[in-house]
């Protein structure tokens, strides 16, 4: 199924949580448009953008009408509606269940480790960044050991588990957190970048 014009996702290059949704569009070879989002003016608090968006945060997707932000609740939306033969998004209950462990994990030790040591290393953000170091270095432990067990984080094929943990895992030294210790991990992330259609996301340039 294919949306009836292109999508507009408003973003930023180097969010994961906006990655995570583009790479998911592209998979699925849906149309869209990127609206870039200055986060640098403080466009994410304008009131246009609060009008979307509440909370003041990336990203939101405009589908004609309808605006959702969120990017886990993106991340369903477009699974629901156009993944419809669950390419990327499981039809089943156990499997819809099985992904949303992941999504939460991705608002949890994701988001409060690694996501949030880069912030502190890329863009001088104010965080306990060794509490950061250690949810995100146990983080990469516990998927260490679960993609031991299974090529991806739902089984055998991937799914949007992850597509929504992809971007920040790899992106973990931009956080100062190596991937060398994980080599399964890093396995993990080449079958990612090999699908067909993958989209690269941006290396986001050193602090100055």
């Given at each position: 199924m294919k949306p009836p014009r292109p999508l507009r996702v408003h973003r930023h290059p180097i969010s994961g949580h906006c990655h995570r949704v583009e790479l998911y569009l592209t998979l699925l070879d849906l149309p869209f448009e990127r609206v870039h989002v200055d986060l640098s003016t403080g466009a994410h608090k304008a009131p246009a953008f609060l009008a979307m968006n509440a909370f003041g945060q990336i990203p939101v997707i405009e589908d004609g009408d309808f605006v959702l932000a969120d990017s886990a609740a993106i991340m369903v939306?477009?699974?629901?509606?156009?993944?419809?033969d669950g390419r990327f998004w499981p039809r089943s209950p156990e499997g819809k269940a099985a992904v949303q462990r992941w999504l939460s994990a991705a608002a949890g030790p994701l988001m409060f480790g690694l996501a949030a040591a880069r912030r502190v290393r890329l863009l001088g953000v104010?965080?306990?960044?060794?509490?950061?170091?250690?949810?995100?270095?146990?983080?990469?432990?516990?998927?260490?050991?679960?993609?031991?067990?299974?090529?991806?984080?739902?089984?055998?094929?991937?799914?949007?588990?992850?597509?929504?943990?992809?971007?920040?895992?790899?992106?973990?030294p931009e956080g100062g957190v190596p991937l060398e210790p994980y080599p399964t991990v890093r396995a993990w992330l080449s079958r990612i970048e090999a699908l067909p259609g993958f989209l690269p996301m941006m290396v986001a340039p050193p602090k100055s």
């Open positions: 939306y477009i699974g629901e509606r156009y993944d419809t104010k965080l306990d960044y060794e509490g950061a170091v250690a949810t995100g270095t146990r983080l990469l432990e516990v998927l260490e050991g679960e993609l031991a067990r299974r090529p991806y984080l739902v089984g055998s094929t991937p799914t949007v588990a992850d597509l929504t943990m992809y971007a920040y895992v790899a992106r973990a």
